[in-house]
């Protein structure tokens, strides 16, 4: 299986690394690092260096030319300090990859490279919890999540990057060799196991106690639907439970109900914004979920005994 690679200015060294030696460890049938199976290039310009956002630069190992030459193009993004973008050279040669069907792979905030050329839309698309309002505020008509690992979407993969690379580099081993293969390489690289599709991203550190797999996944579907809120039965179902056994696991892990946590969330989001952003109060209400500014008030002053204008002003004055 041939993997081209382009990168992105500025692109995250550690998802394309994990992701790339996921195939060169399960790829031999020893420790040789030999293309037994898989084949990578790094796609550019001849003899310029494409530098990484901590400051390493890798040459590319092949000109680009057409891209039925590989199986599957793997963009690699990075730094998200302006409209995301690849050379012209690049633009065309993926745009030219997805006209004839061949699948691409988005590590990291590569994500963000695909739906900003509409390589995204109508796709179901994993991206980082750290980024998820963001890209779907930008990219309405991707179906953006932050509930797992990586998701695979027809001829689509996109992953939320970090250690999450190497999970979806064993996926492809798995598919396309064996479960064997995959799993020598996990151990090589001392992973303690590999996570699949349906493994969860970790959280933040608002509910610490949550262990379970079902609970933490509840709670990334709700930082991921913060804006158009989810019911507790929806959580259910997308979980393949019910809702009494939903809400006997968040009474058991987190002491609370799943409504009491989903409003926590979406209070400590709404904070964010406050102490972050110069978007006025309204917008903030809008985006975390409440119908309008003064019900959004009353219910901040409820909980953190202190109003949005008013953590507004003490902030101004810092």
Request: proline residues 4%; aromatic residues 8%.
């Amino acid at each position: 299986m041939r993997f081209g690679f382009l990168l992105a200015r500025n692109f995250t060294l550690s998802p394309m690394s994990l992701f790339v030696d996921t195939l060169r460890l399960a790829g031999d049938d020893s420790d040789r690092s030999r293309r037994g199976r898989f084949d990578w290039q790094i796609l550019g310009e001849k003899g310029l260096p494409i530098r990484s956002s901590c400051g390493v630069e890798l040459l590319p190992t092949k000109q680009i030319t057409d891209p039925q030459e590989y199986d599957n193009i793997v963009v690699v993004g990075g730094l998200l300090d302006g409209p995301p973008s690849l050379s012209a050279e690049k633009e065309t040669f993926l745009r030219r990859a997805a006209q004839r069907n061949i699948p691409l792979t988005a590590l990291c905030t590569g994500s963000f490279i695909l739906a900003h050329y509409g390589l995204l839309d109508q796709y179901r698309a994993c991206v980082s919890w750290f980024h998820i309002k963001e890209f779907r505020n930008s990219f309405p008509h991707v179906r953006a999540h932050a509930d797992t690992l990586f998701s695979i979407d027809g001829n689509r993969a996109t992953c939320a990057g970090g250690a999450g690379a190497a999970d979806l580099a064993s996926h492809f081993v798995s598919k396309h060799v064996d479960n064997r293969a995959a799993e020598k390489a996990a151990k090589i690289l001392v992973l303690d196991r590999i996570r699949t599709g349906r493994d969860v991203q970790p959280n933040g550190e608002l509910f610490p106690k949550a262990r379970s797999r079902h609970i933490r996944r509840a709670l990334l579907l709700m930082e991921s639907n913060l804006q158009e809120k989810i019911t507790v039965e929806g959580l259910a179902a997308k979980l393949g439970i019910s809702r009494r056994q939903l809400e006997r696991l968040f009474a058991t892990e987190v002491q609370t109900s799943p409504m009491v946590a989903y409003l926590a969330i979406r209070l400590q989001y709404a904070r964010t914004l406050l102490e972050t952003s110069d978007l006025q109060i309204g917008d903030i209400a809008y985006r975390c979920g409440f119908p309008n500014a003064g019900h959004f008030s009353r219910v901040y002053r409820q909980y953190k005994g202190v109003a949005p204008s008013e953590l507004r002003r003490a902030q101004a004055v810092c």
